[in-house]
């Protein structure tokens, strides 16, 4: 407020979760195969998570929500991507 100017802000990652009180968010992009039956046939998801300016946790985060989503459904073919 002082200079009237956006200010560039690095905080370490408890600093960051105690101000804003929770992890960033994801985005995630997906698309479904189905059949005439309406069975799933395949499944294709990308992701991406906003760590914000340092890396520390975020992927192991990133690798287990792969994974998790992974886990989901039983697809005869699957693509994650992170």
Known sequence: MKTGRPVRLNVDRQTDISITGH???FKVKYRIAFNQQGQFLALDISMWNNAGCT?????AVMELSMLHMGNV???PHMRIRG
């Open 23 to 25: 992890r960033h968010p």
């Open 55 to 59: 890396l520390d946790a975020s992927r």
């Open 73 to 75: 459904y039983q697809f």
